[in-house]
């Protein structure tokens, strides 16, 4: 079976010299008629028919690779996290249940960021499969960071804002600094760095041997899972204070204060990622619409949004990032774990060998976070907890080998090309949909008043 091309717009240099791979560029392209053709660059002849090319070099056959298959696969689990994405974005209000947990547990709408940071790893698998050069590699590695990242800025740091809401901009003293494409960006970056710099020379032929060849790299995720522990279970909380501004401008803000003085406490209230996002960040850059207040102490409504409750605590109405600093370090584990996949898929050409490799340690992954949870490791998506990322990455591993076995195994693209589709351009998707993008240039677009627009006609946001 031929290999499979990298990511759309990482290419690799042909085996071949640049003028012998120029000449079967053009031979490649011309008839499957059976022909001999002496070529101008000398020495070089070609023989082809319906099933073969052969290239002749000075007397010497030279077969050339075999033509590289499209992972369709990805591309279908990247359009299917999509759909995802819309669906418990659109619908999430409507049916909280499959909304985001409010706090402990796992519910549709907290796979999907893992899902993608997965792929992100899977897809580097393959991009840097063969590195000519490794500055070239990181330097460019370096520039898609910091793309990422502006995106990141300017579609979740407050620029675009809500529908309803017709001004733009936004104040610099409380912008968000971090968030879903941030977090990518950093999984992204520093498992590129490793795939870039610390891949073993040893030839795989075992899964010993592959192991062996990326032990570095797992290494790597080792110290950064014990790292994350460390702090989430040691760093001390302190007491803490934030202030809500008074809707009368006049008026001061209202300070509330957050008693804690604890180790350990993965609560809404008391634990490290949050402290660490406000000493990082400060409470002002933080997510104005804290997850933890859909839970039953903070919401009349519970799993919904709504109205405190009496005697609701303080904490509840206080900042809190979903994407947090300290918890994006398992979500960098859950990128390296996508790279093993990628690993698998360059090492491993058949099929039933693939998929064993990806399905044992799925299965596995999956056991290890019910095992944690049941032992007090709790899933939770705002902290990214071992357990949450053992679970996520797992079905992850298992879903993509279910669209591997579908489309990429026994060739059911037909079905899937809508998701295929999506997949190649979940960016752009992402941006114009789960961004609010699209909504608000349609909401800018209105007859002689500003509520009289599109949006309005049509029924979203009257």
């Known amino acids: 079976m031929g290999e499979y091309e990298p990511v759309k717009g990482d290419e690799e240099d042909l085996v071949l010299t640049m003028e012998e791979g120029l000449a079967y560029k053009d031979i490649h392209q011309s008839s499957k008629i059976s022909t001999c053709t002496k070529l101008d660059s000398g020495n070089i002849t070609h023989r082809s028919n319906s099933k073969s090319h052969v290239i002749v070099i000075g007397g010497a056959e030279v077969v050339p690779p075999p033509p590289r298959r499209h992972l369709a696969s990805l591309d279908v689990f990247r359009g299917l996290t999509v759909t995802l994405m819309i669906l418990v974005d659109d619908a999430g209000g409507f049916f909280p249940s499959i909304n985001h947990s409010p706090w402990n547990g796992v519910t549709l709408a907290d796979f999907v960021v893992p899902f993608f940071i997965f792929m992100v790893g899977l897809s580097l698998g393959l991009t840097y499969k063969k590195t000519t050069s490794r500055v070239d590699a990181t330097i460019k590695a370096v520039f898609r960071t910091l793309k990422l990242l502006g995106l990141g800025l300017i579609f979740q740091g407050g620029y675009i804002h809500g529908i309803n809401d017709l001004t733009f901009g936004v104040d610099l003293d409380r912008i968000r600094w971090w968030g879903i494409l941030q977090r990518i960006a950093l999984a992204y970056f520093l498992t590129a760095l490793c795939e870039i710099w610390i891949t073993g020379d040893e030839e795989v032929k075992s899964e010993l041997s592959l192991l062996k060849k ?14 994350y522990l460390f702090l989430l279970y040691g760093l001390y909380v302190p007491d803490w204070e934030f202030q809500i501004p008074s809707k009368d401008t006049s008026l001061e803000p209202t300070t509330f204060s957050v008693k804690c003085g604890v180790r350990g406490d993965t609560g809404p209230a008391c634990n490290a990622v949050g402290m660490v996002d406000r000493a990082v960040f400060g409470l002002k850059h933080l997510y104005k619409r804290p997850i933890y207040g859909r839970t039953k102490q903070c919401s009349t409504k519970s799993p919904d949004y709504g109205p405190l409750p009496p005697n609701a605590p303080s904490w509840c109405q206080s900042p809190f990032d979903p994407e947090g600093l300290l918890s994006s370090m398992m979500a960098i584990v859950t990128c390296l774990i996508g790279l093993h996949y990628g690993h698998i898929i360059v090492h491993f050409k058949d099929h039933k060998d693939r998929i064993l490799r990806w399905m044992i340690p799925a299965a596995g992954l999956v056991l290890i976070g019910f095992v944690f949870d049941f032992s ?8 990214y907890t071992l357990s949450y990322m053992c679970i996520t990455a797992g079905a992850a591993g298992i879903l993509f080998t ?3 076995v579908l489309v990429d195994m026994f060739g059911y693209r037909r079905p899937t090309f809508i998701l295929e589709w999506m997949g190649m351009h979940a960016l752009m998707i992402y941006v114009l949909i789960a961004c609010n993008l699209l909504p608000i240039i349609l909401q800018g677009i209105y007859w002689k008043k500003p509520e009289h627009n599109i949006l309005r006609l049509i029924g979203i946001g009257s």
Do not use: E
């Not at 990326?214 to 790292?227: E, G, H, P």
């Open 214 to 227: 990326y032990r570095f790299q797992w290494m790597v995720a080792a110290v950064v899972t014990i790292v």
């Open 376 to 383: 007090g490791m709790h899933v939770n998506k705002p902290l």
């Open 402 to 404: 279910g669209i591997y």
